[in-house]
């Protein structure tokens, strides 16, 4: 990795939460494979993200991989978390902050995920994300933010914190599972080459935040809107019931989300994250040759 970096080759950071904590065993070591070839194929040097033994690792190996996927005791960690994980000499699976404080120390520049964490519906759990989003200069590739979060609070405090929100090929802020959350972008490209120029004149001018490339999940996955916030809906009433609060919420919210689908949101959530890893590769790519 050091030298892919050293010869300004195209590389895209993606983190590793997803694939020890987000998705079940053995998918989870098909997807991070998949995720890697996916970079590949369009150019780039893939660079999973995580935390070894102790060591701060930004691009793990074929093995290593494995034992992330497979590890019990894996850790998910913040940037908050990284002492910790490094002090205790284990190993940790970054999230999206993790990952982009990582990846950013290293000077990796552009970063594929799945969806962002953002303000919940409580009002009182807000995810470290939007404040790494607001301080690392980095060009995420996401498809918005997870449908369990209040999503018009979320996109108010991108815009508050001052993070360019923008849709490729879309005018409209997706929703993880599905392509509109009802929330509008700031600024709509085309391509690959106008992502690169857009992130070219940020950098210029010494913006400290990121710049957050938002791109639908495939139509053919995709949930529609309404459909999709009944299942939420539902789902959050059940995590009532049952007393879950804080952090066990999210991965319960999602676990009942894919047992109401049918398992249908697990293969949006590997359709999206597969194309963001494609998309972020192309754009590392023009970066590279700009």
């Known amino acids: 990795m050091e030298e892919a970096l050293a010869d300004r080759r195209a590389v895209v950071a993606l983190e590793s939460t997803v694939l020890a904590h987000g998705l079940p065993r053995p998918r989870n070591e098909e997807v991070g494979r998949a995720l890697e070839e996916a970079v590949r194929d369009r150019g780039a040097v893939p660079a999973t993200v995580a935390v070894l033994a102790g060591a701060p690792t930004v691009g793990v190996s074929a093995e290593e991989l494995v034992r992330l996927c497979r590890g019990a005791g894996i850790r998910k960690s913040s940037r908050r978390d990284l002492a910790v994980a490094m002090a205790a000499g284990s190993g940790a699976a970054t999230t999206v902050a993790g990952t982009m404080a990582l ?129 939420v809906d539902e789902a959050l009433a059940s995590a009532d019931a049952a007393g879950v609060h804080g952090s066990a919420l999210t991965p319960y919210l999602l676990a009942d989300l894919h047992e109401r689908s049918g398992g249908r949101t697990i293969e949006t959530n590997i359709a999206l994250l597969l194309r963001n890893a494609a998309v972020a590769a192309e754009v590392a790519v023009a970066l590279e040759e700009g």
């Open 103 to 231: 990846a950013a120390a290293a000077g990796v520049e552009v970063f594929a995920t799945g969806g962002i964490g953002g303000v919940h519906r409580d009002g009182l759990d807000v995810s470290a994300d939007l404040t790494e989003l607001s301080r690392t200069p980095m060009l995420v590739v996401c498809s918005g933010a997870k449908v369990i979060l209040d999503l018009h609070a979320t996109r108010e405090a991108l815009e508050t914190l001052g993070i360019l929100v923008v849709g490729l090929g879309t005018d409209r802020f997706p929703g993880f599972y599905t392509a509109d959350s009802g929330f509008h972008v700031d600024e709509r490209v085309e391509s690959a080459a106008e992502v690169a120029r857009l992130w070219r004149a940020h950098r210029t001018l010494r913006q400290p935040g990121a710049l957050l490339l938002c791109v639908p999940p495939p139509a053919e996955t995709a949930f529609e809107r309404e459909a999709l916030e009944r299942l």
